[in-house]
């Protein structure tokens, strides 16, 4: 859990991590690191036949047995993973639980598991509060917990809040646990079980099954979700394989694809080279190619879906748009604080930066290590350098001697799951000291404090440690600081820093109130993509005008650049140029298709609406955000969008209506209150109206737009004195 976060929408935000979490069971301690980046559409195509690249692109799902009759051993092994076993239906076999009358006692709910008829139930709260019986229908992982889904009426399939400790006895195996042990749930609170915050449909299903289609219908608030296998199968990493199984009956030797839609070649015919001085390992050949951090990305990113269907090879950027290091999701220095699932961690690395691929540690088919313990780094580093007392300073064989303890400290989530961090950090006790993040020496010495662990290093070493996380003192300022938009500029620049710290400090740039067109446009020329996107979404806070240096993103090779591109530039977008307008309306119609992607979210539907609004379509942003209103009554964004496009469209009676039936649903609503409060006074009940503006105004006395207008109506009320006074 973060700190500082005290409303209920930072409530939400402060918790979405462990809500990802507590529907994403799939071991990412030895999972997440075998993947490594993606290859551009179409690689790898230029010498293959048009008759085999068009079957690779008619392509269907087999499903994993289909391949066992070649690659048996492969298949053994990924038989025994957490990937095989991600979603499972509940059989005897696979559910791991205590369902012989066992009960656990959470919130005064009492729920108990019972196996009945052959079916396994949990009696619980349900969505009214009643105890109810509930038939599950899946397991979801397997190690160190497992979950279980229960599907409600249309389709809602939702993740139970209890879970079972898989981890064997004694190992500190707790049996029955509920996942929010220090929150008190009922079923009006969004992370309760049945609400959509641990929906399957939404939350998890892309992740722990193969192929997966949400089919969702807006009309019935129902799901039809399919999948082409019901766990993450061989062709969640490999694509469709109904080619490659064509292939291997005809040994076709003019396809080198092999029928495959990508091939994991980032590898082969490369070494790992050691410097004779200094002992660092340098690859034999430079990674030119982005293949396996794409695939694996698509489940191992803290990222949204913005389109169904991504095939391996495809482009990661072209489906998903993932975090950057923001807080509450990562601490100042990039270390990850939120569930960020791996790959923005991965990114900052210098193993990253050299070349490493995930599968260079992991095995991607059993996902267990390559080699144990500290033999899996001595693969490309000196062991005679580093796996010694005059390197780590601890006792050969102690914990403080294993790498990943000082190099990847764990962080828990879902109460027992210790997740290692993939941004290989140098402990950094000092910067705990100066900036309050953590470090890997004090999570181990918990009786000492930080200090003391940083005078230890400078004792060892002469002076403070030295790592690459030397963005952290600028990330940490207080935001709006006018102090650190250099030094953020800085950042933004440094083509020597990893692409992800440059566009997060692009983004903490604009989020300041601090972007300005030349950094903006420098970053929407970059060669990576990542920085193209923070352009993208930096280029909302510029002025109206400065935003057509977003112009060439229209037509990036990135769907979520093209499309974030197009949200930013939409103020503007009736005063293009002829030739600019076409790509604008092409990419700002795939914005669209994503929003509607999600029509599931009453977020999605007050974007959608936002977005027709400024496109001028009022009759269909209204019905957008009346959707958004028939998933959540008490969605406060979705009033006050609605409202304000009825009041360009000259239904202020319609705009204080609807205004007035949001404020019973949330009466302590600062922004309803001062929408309703306008709507009152454009009406000319400048009295009624000022009473709202004086609540919103101490509902909220941080938003000084409140207040401000709260003094004008008092001063137009002819209480001057009293409008001066507050305005002091």
Known sequence: MTDGLGSDSARLVRRRGMLLAAVLVLGLGGVAAWYALSQRPGAGDDDVGAKAGEARARATYVGSEQCASCHQGTMNGWRGSQHARAMQHATPENVLGDFDDAKLDYNGVTTQFVHRDGRFIVRTDGPTGELQDFEVKYTFGVYPLQQYLVELPGGHVQALPVAWDARPPGSGSRGWFHLYPDEKLDHRDELHWTRRQQNWNFMCADCHSTDVRKNYDPATDSYATAFAEISVGCESCHGPGSAHVDWAHRRDASDPTLGLQV???????????????????????????S?????????????????????????????????????????ADGQ??????????????????????????HDPHTQKLRAPGNAVCAQCHDAGRYDTSDHHRHPQGSTGAQCAECHMPRETYMVIDGRRDHSMRVPRPDQTVALGVPNACSSCHRESSAQWAAEQVRG???????????????????????????????????????????????????????????????????????????????????????????????????????????????????????????????????????????????????????????????????????????????????????????????????????????????????????????????????????????????????????????????DSLGRRDEAVRILR
């Not at 389109?307 to 495809?314: F, H, T």
């Open 460 to 714: 060892w070493l002469g002076r403070d440690a030295r790592g690459s996380e030397n963005f952290a003192a600028v990330f940490a300022a207080e935001p709006g600081d006018p102090s650190q938009v250099g030094p953020l500029r800085d950042l933004t620049g440094d083509v020597a820093r990893p692409a992800i710290v440059r566009a997060s400090a692009l983004v903490r740039l604009a989020e300041a109130g601090f972007a300005d067109a030349d950094t903006v446009a420098a970053a929407a020329r970059d060669g990576d993509a990542i920085l193209r996107l923070a352009a993208a979404s930096a280029g909302d806070r510029l002025p109206p005008p400065d935003r057509r240096v977003l112009t060439p993103l229209l037509r990036d090779d990135r769907r979520v650049v093209r499309t974030e591109a197009a949200r930013a530039m939409t103020p503007i977008a009736g005063s293009l140029p002829d030739d600019v307008r076409p790509a604008w309306e092409k990419a700002a119609d795939e914005y669209v298709a994503t929003l509607r992607q999600t029509a599931d979210r009453p977020e999605s539907n007050v974007a959608l609406g936002t977005h027709l609004a400024m496109r001028g379509r009022g009759e269909e942003a209204t019905a957008a955000f009346a959707a958004a209103l028939r998933l959540d009554p008490a969605h406060e964004p979705a009033y006050v969008n609605a409202a304000d496009v009825m009041r360009a469209g000259g239904r202020d009676a319609d705009a204080v209506a609807l205004l007035q039936k949001g404020l019973e649903q949330l009466p302590e609503a600062a922004s309803l209150h001062h929408a309703l409060g306008l709507a009152l006074v454009r009406q000319q009940d400048v009295a009624g109206g000022t009473l709202h503006l004086a609540r919103a105004a101490a509902l909220a006395p941080d938003v000084p737009r409140y207040t401000y207008v709260h003094a004008v109506a008092l």
């Open 291 to 331: 293949i396996e951090l794409d695939v694996c990305a698509q489940c191992h990113a803290r990222r949204a879906q913005v389109a169904e269907g991504y095939r391996p090879g495809r482009s990661f950027l072209d489906h998903y748009l993932p975090s950057l290091l923001t807080s509450p999701l990562y601490h």
């Open 336 to 361: 990850q604080r939120d569930e960020v699932f791996i790959w923005g961690s991965w990114l900052q690395s210098r193993m990253h930066q050299a070349g490493v691929t995930c599968s260079d540690c």
């Open 263 to 289: 091939q994991f070649h980032e590898r082969r015919e490369v070494a790992w080279l050691r410097d004779a001085t200094t002992g660092l390992p340098r690859r034999s050949q430079p990674r030119t190619t």
